[in-house]
């Protein structure tokens, strides 16, 4: 185990294929970082440097993955292959294709050898952060309470537009 790894303490370990993808994955970082869940980040590919991505699975002590990859997207297959623990694929727009070249490679995984695969892009990473969360929370009490007090302050906020909405139909108010 690396020096690193052995000083490691991070619950999720975010994964990318180009240092081009942290616009995206920044997303689910960000997330992470709102429920203080303690998260690293790495690049690294699974066609030019398959022996650091092995590495840095083998001595990760993350519990969760979170993989983004355009293209041909094989990381998080590649990554789910090293590991059993949970592995959330984000598919990435990085060819003229849009990500549904990625779509596909990410979530036609063999039986076996799952990937659960998230939206195209960043709505994914950062419900793959959530589902991270999700995970997590089913052993962590006091995030699955964090996670709870978001989602009912999701549903505060929409309560609230359709409030404001109803308000300006009823008063002619565009």
């Known amino acids: 185990m690396s020096p690193a790894a052995a000083n490691d303490h991070s619950r999720v370990m975010v994964l990318m294929g ?10 689910a970082i960000e997330v992470l970082g709102q429920f203080d869940v303690p998260v690293r980040t790495e690049v690294t590919s699974a066609h030019r440097t398959p022996d650091r991505t092995r590495e840095i699975v083998n001595s ?8 983004g990859a355009g ?3 094989h990381l998080a297959g590649t990554v789910a292959a090293l590991t059993t623990r949970p592995v959330l694929g984000v598919p990435l727009a990085a060819t003229s294709l849009g990500g549904l070249d990625a779509l596909l490679a ?4 063999p039986a076996g ?3 659960p695969t998230l939206a195209i892009g960043e709505a994914g990473a950062r419900n793959a952060a959530l589902a991270a969360i999700a995970i ?11 996670l709870t007090a978001y989602r009912r302050e999701m549903a ?5 537009r359709a409030e404001k909405v109803r308000q300006a139909l009823e008063s002619g108010t565009p």
Do not use: H, K, N, Y
């Not at 990410?106 to 995984?109: G, L, R």
């Not at 997590?136 to 309470?145: E, F, G, I, N, T």
């Not at 505060?156 to 609230?160: L, P």
């Open 113 to 115: 050898i799952p990937v």
């Open 60 to 67: 990760s002590r993350a519990q969760v993955f979170i993989v």
């Open 18 to 27: 180009s240092d081009s993808d942290l616009p995206v994955m920044r997303g």
């Open 106 to 109: 990410t979530v036609q995984m």
């Open 156 to 160: 505060a906020r929409v309560e609230a």
């Open 71 to 73: 293209g041909a997207a």
């Open 136 to 146: 997590l929370a089913l052993s962590d009490d006091d995030l699955d309470r964090r």
